[in-house]
């Protein structure tokens, strides 16, 4: 499906507060670090931070599930699973049913055949993981504003893999117009300074897309056991950025919310 996009100019009359949530799908039974240990917190992110669009990674049937009952006042969500059943873990899309009208959207997988469910990319090294991406088009209630918002969580193998996954999504993003609102976020499983990144902000630097993160130092801290946490956790934008931080966490009771930190910026459109 060709992406659809407006002539409409990015009108800065519009601030939106978009987050990247990597929830780590589970695992770690029995002990602190399991998913019904850290249930709680992560709804608390979410409910302090209030986003306006949430960009998830690592979320399992379950806790879709889980969370989409929990947040159905506010949010509707989009997405599927990565297997060719279209089921198992994925990286779905929320965003505020009340904020935003959902005019279409598009699936793919990171792969040789990006229309073939549960599809791989051969000769890449890729891991045993398929991976997807959600691109939708939303508009603002408030203004019309059309808004483009891909979501993905690339593989964590290799280098070549990851470089393969970027071009399938430059290719996507590319044809979308200047003017047109392009938000971007995920678990890149990169950090900035990978070449191979750098080559793809260049090539998209016609609809302007920038690292709106660039400040953030570091997201995945493997529950605080990484000296220095790595970059790996995106938000990237043409629109004019007013600020983002990464969600911190106390770790309270021993119980953190992630081995990730969500991130957010909040954004013009």
Known sequence: MKILYSEKMITENTTIKIMS???????????????????????DVIKKEKPDIIGCQEVTDSTRDWLESLLFDEYSVIGVGRNSD???????????????????FDTFWLSDDPLLPGSFASNTGQSPCPRLAHILYLRCYDDGCPIIFLNTHL????????????????KKL?????????????DLNLEP?????????????CIGLKDATSNISGTFHNFGRLEKPMKIDYILTNAPVISSQIVEDKCDGGIWYSDHYAVTSLIKV
């Open 86 to 104: 279209c089921r198992g873990e994925g990286c779905p899309v929320f965003y505020n049913k009340s904020k935003f009208a959902l005019i279409s």
């Open 155 to 170: 593989d964590n193998f290799t280098e070549d893999c990851r470089k393969f996954e970027l071009e399938i999504i430059e």
């Open 21 to 43: 949530f990597n929830m780590l799908f589970g695992g770690y039974e029995g002990t602190d670090f399991s998913l019904e240990k850290r249930k709680e917190k992560i709804i």
């Open 174 to 186: 590319g044809d979308i117009h200047a003017n047109t609102c392009c938000i971007m976020t995920g």
């Open 193 to 205: 300074d990978a070449d191979y990144f750098k080559e793809f902000l260049k090539n998209l630097d």
